[in-house]
């Protein structure tokens, strides 16, 4: 007989194909390698390979930097309301598209998802005109209704397709049983998008974190974490503290997604 076809499941990728991704991934994260080696070089105003000595000196004096401190406290707030508002507004508008009927459902869709989808200097040239029609100043509002804009899809996206992999035979269930709205929505429905709202709300939690095109034209005079980094790149002798930080990001930041991945994941294999 003859073997099978390679074209199953257990075929290897060709090896052109493994060296194409293993070059994408070391274009990806070799930057982030150098940002790495350099949180620890002794030398604070160049940056010479190999580094001439390794110190932990500047991790101390980040510690004790305090206008880091504020400005990693304006972006944990800011990146904690801008997800709450994202969750709320993100999962109304995926029941509303995906359960409701109603003309326009696409274009709704489209609208949700068209700030992500826009360069974020043209939503943050949206949003700074709209502050200057109305007058408002520049404050920590401000800048969560920038990060909203973006934040939400992630949220929709997550609960759209939770909501399309399930099915309403549960809830018509409860319905039968003599369950209200608001009772079915607690207990068949929102267990059920349990783990699509933590991950899409730990997603929106990075992306608020770390965001700097928006913030910008948001902010006025404020300094999130990201936009204080940005500006001590024009300090070179602050450039090993701003290592430092940015490491600190890099963790913040990648730990949410992570989890947000293996919780999107878990829920896909839950619905087989």
């Given at each position: 007989?003859?073997?099978?076809?390679?074209?199953?499941?257990?075929?290897?990728?060709?090896l052109a194909?493994?060296?194409a991704?293993?070059?994408?991934?070391?274009?990806?994260?070799?930057?982030?390698?150098?940002v790495?080696?350099?949180?620890?070089t002794?030398?604070?105003?160049?940056l010479?390979?190999?580094?001439?000595?390794?110190?932990l000196?500047?991790?101390?004096?980040?510690?004790e930097?305090?206008?880091?401190?504020?400005?990693?406290s304006?972006?944990?707030?800011?990146?904690?309301?801008?997800?709450?508002?994202?969750?709320?507004?993100?999962?109304?508008?995926?029941?509303a598209?995906?359960?409701?009927?109603?003309?326009?459902r696409?274009?709704?869709?489209?609208?949700?998802?068209?700030?992500?989808?826009l360069p974020?200097i043209v939503?943050?040239?949206?949003?700074r005109?709209?502050?200057?029609?109305?007058?408002?100043?520049?404050?920590?509002?401000?800048?969560?209704?920038?990060?909203?804009?973006?934040?939400?899809?992630?949220?929709y996206?997550?609960?759209a397709?939770?909501?399309?992999?399930?099915g309403?035979?549960?809830?018509?269930a409860?319905?039968?049983?003599?369950?209200?709205?608001?009772?079915?929505?607690?207990r068949?429905v929102?267990?059920?998008?349990a783990t699509?709202?933590?991950?899409?709300?730990?997603l929106?939690?990075s992306l608020?974190?770390?965001?700097?095109?928006?913030?910008t034209?948001?902010?006025?005079?404020?300094r999130?974490?990201?936009?204080?980094i940005?500006?001590?790149?024009t300090?070179?002798?602050?450039?090993?503290?701003?290592n430092v930080?940015?490491?600190?990001?890099i963790a913040?930041t990648?730990l949410?997604?992570?989890?947000?991945?293996?919780?999107s994941?878990?829920g896909?294999r839950e619905?087989?």
């Amino acid at each position: 007989m003859r073997s099978k076809s390679k074209t199953g499941t257990g075929e290897r990728a060709p090896l052109a194909l493994k060296l194409a991704a293993l070059g994408a991934i070391l274009f990806l994260h070799l930057p982030l390698l150098v940002v790495f080696l350099y949180a620890f070089t002794t030398d604070e105003a160049t940056l010479s390979f190999p580094p001439p000595g390794l110190t932990l000196r500047w991790f101390s004096l980040a510690w004790e930097r305090a206008d880091l401190w504020q400005a990693f406290s304006l972006s944990l707030r800011v990146a904690a309301v801008s997800t709450a508002v994202a969750v709320v507004l993100g999962t109304l508008a995926a029941l509303a598209v995906v359960r409701g009927r109603f003309a326009g459902r696409e274009m709704v869709t489209l609208l949700v998802i068209l700030p992500i989808a826009l360069p974020g200097i043209v939503t943050g040239i949206a949003l700074r005109s709209g502050l200057a029609l109305t007058g408002l100043p520049f404050s920590f509002w401000t800048i969560v209704a920038g990060h909203g804009t973006f934040c939400i899809v992630t949220v929709y996206n997550n609960v759209a397709a939770r909501l399309r992999r399930t099915g309403r035979s549960q809830i018509e269930a409860s319905m039968d049983l003599g369950a209200d709205t608001f009772q079915t929505f607690r207990r068949i429905v929102l267990p059920g998008l349990a783990t699509a709202l933590l991950a899409g709300g730990m997603l929106a939690f990075s992306l608020s974190f770390d965001e700097v095109i928006v913030t910008t034209f948001t902010a006025g005079q404020q300094r999130t974490l990201p936009i204080w980094i940005l500006d001590q790149l024009t300090r070179p002798r602050d450039r090993p503290v701003t290592n430092v930080t940015a490491l600190f990001v890099i963790a913040v930041t990648t730990l949410p997604i992570l989890l947000a991945h293996r919780l999107s994941g878990g829920g896909g294999r839950e619905e087989r």
